[in-house]
């Protein structure tokens, strides 16, 4: 059984970096083929896929954030870390990080966790 | 914006047929698979349809999606009133080199 968590800041000021770690379990990012995606959501908005990172360390952003995101993995802790630099209210958001099959669909989410942007 | 064009809205009676659209272009729907998801409030996204209209263990039949050029539907049939949440369709990209995600449907059964 496939399972996410994030885990982060709630509250966090204009200017400064997010970091935001999810930590997986029932299975590996060292086999071939899997990825784990960052994708947020504000509030009443839609879904924004953000980064990707493949088990080959190959990463994938968001154009639009390009410049602002960085996505690591840490196989041996089963951990995704994603930081967002300079910090906007207009991102305030549920941050969700999930599990890509090879089918090419997102099949395990976590629980999302919000951030709220506000000085 | 979303890349991908879903009307906003849709609703229903217990038992009808519903369908929703999600428009896209050739750099995303049209050259590759797409995938919907439940997403019912308060909750986190749930895989629905996968690779245009396979459903995943444990969804029921009575959702069914599929893919025409540049557009897709999910078709949800005998609808419930558990079945009233946001749908979002996705693709792949080839333009954006990621998946891009639909702007969301609130189903709403009267």
């Known amino acids: 059984q496939i399972t996410l968590k994030e885990s982060g800041p709630t509250l966090v000021k204009p200017t400064q970096t997010l970091t935001l770690t999810c930590t997986f379990s029932?299975?590996?990012?060292?086999?071939?083929?899997?990825?784990v995606g960052w994708i947020r959501q504000p509030p009443g908005k839609a879904l924004e896929w953000l980064a990707l990172?493949?088990?080959?360390?190959?990463?994938r952003y968001s154009p639009s954030l390009k410049s602002r995101l960085t996505i690591t993995k840490d196989t041996s802790k089963n951990q995704v870390v994603l930081t967002m630099t300079n910090i906007d209210p207009v991102d305030t958001a549920t941050y969700y990080c999930?599990?890509?099959?090879?089918?090419?669909?997102?099949?395990?989410w976590g629980q999302g966790t919000l951030v709220t942007v506000s000085s | 914006q979303s890349v991908l064009t879903q009307p906003p809205s849709a609703s229903g009676t217990p038992g009808q047929r519903v369908t929703i659209s999600c428009s896209g272009s050739?750099?995303?729907?049209?050259?590759?698979?797409v995938y919907w998801y439940q997403q019912l409030p308060g909750t986190a996204p749930k895989l629905l349809i996968y690779?245009?209209?396979q459903r995943p263990s444990g969804v029921p039949d009575r959702f069914s999606g599929s893919k025409s050029g540049t557009s897709a539907s999910l078709a949800i049939s005998g609808l419930r009133s558990e079945d009233e949440a946001d749908y979002y369709c996705?693709?792949?990209?080839?333009?954006?080199?990621?998946?891009?995600f639909g702007g969301g449907t609130k189903l709403t059964v009267l």
């Open positions: 029932g299975f590996s990012l060292s086999t071939n083929g899997v990825s």
């Open positions: 990172i493949y088990w080959d360390d190959d990463k």
């Open positions: 690779r245009n209209a």
């Open positions: 996705a693709a792949w990209d080839d333009s954006l080199s990621g998946p891009v």
């Open positions: 050739s750099s995303n729907i049209g050259s590759t698979y």
């Open positions: 999930a599990h890509r099959a090879l089918t090419g669909d997102f099949n395990s």
